[in-house]
């Protein structure tokens, strides 16, 4: 029997549950492979919502990854400035078969120094700042660029997930998946993209969350600078 394949999904606090959970529910039907959620330690980590999730490995236990997935949420404006977090992307990314993200997980992936030059997808909220680490914004909902799998905006979770398993395994095994989920969506409203939401709902979303995307612009202007700098170093 061949190795497992090793999926390792990366946690932090205030993580956005369903951009970790949908793609999880995915690859826990992908035949021959071990799930990891991985984390600087062992400890409770408190998503953006009431649930908790807690890491099955740390970064210093961790096998080499085949996948290795970074998921959004607020809490990726932190890690795109922690360096611990950084260190260990860039160390799998190294050998691994497929560097993936969904929605701002990109924007991680980015300040690693792992999408320049490459395409790469994101919450449509976020999609202004790939340009910073040298990524080429695309409004994709998964976007696919050699072994660079990136996700939009939480749910686009599942459909990345199911194009992974597809790359990874088959077309047949991801179809399976996705009828034993039952994935077969049809939204009440067609209101889930900027592009079609009518126009007093997006006003009143980007009202709110514009404090948000003021915190992450700063965020993402130091890693931009600390990765331009550490190229001229190079």
């Known amino acids: 029997m061949s190795a ?41 980590i408190t998503s953006d919502s009431v649930l908790t999730l807690t890491p099955t490995i740390t970064f210093a236990d961790c096998p080499q990854l085949d996948v290795i997935c970074v998921p959004g949420g607020a809490g990726a404006d932190d890690m795109v400035n922690d360096e611990e977090v950084l260190a260990f992307l860039r160390k799998q990314a190294q050998h691994a078969q497929f560097i993936t993200s969904v929605c701002t997980g990109s924007l991680v992936l980015g300040a690693a120094g792992l999408l320049s030059g490459y395409r790469a997808a994101t ?52 179809e399976l998946i996705q009828l034993r989920m039952e994935y077969n969506p049809a939204p009440p409203f067609n209101a889930g ?25 700063e965020a993402v202007a130091r890693a931009a600078a600390r990765v331009s700098a550490h190229a001229a170093r190079a």
Not at 139 to 164: H, M, P, Q, S, Y
Not at 201 to 207: G, R
């Open 123 to 174: 919450h449509w909220s976020a999609r202004e700042h790939l340009a910073a680490f040298g990524a080429i914004p695309s409004k994709e909902r998964v976007c696919v660029d050699r072994n660079r799998i990136t996700g939009g905006g939480v749910t686009a979770g599942i459909d990345f997930a199911l194009t992974l398993v597809a790359h990874l395994v088959d077309r047949r095994i991801a």
């Open 193 to 217: 993209s900027p592009d079609t939401a009518p126009s007093e709902v997006l006003a009143l979303v980007n009202e709110r969350i514009a404090p948000f995307k003021a915190r992450r612009a």
């Open 4 to 44: 497992p394949l090793q999926i390792g999904l990366l946690l932090f606090p205030k993580l956005t549950q369903l951009d970790l959970t949908g793609p999880v529910q995915v690859f826990a039907g992908v035949p021959n492979a071990k799930l990891h959620l991985v984390w600087k330690r062992i400890e409770p």
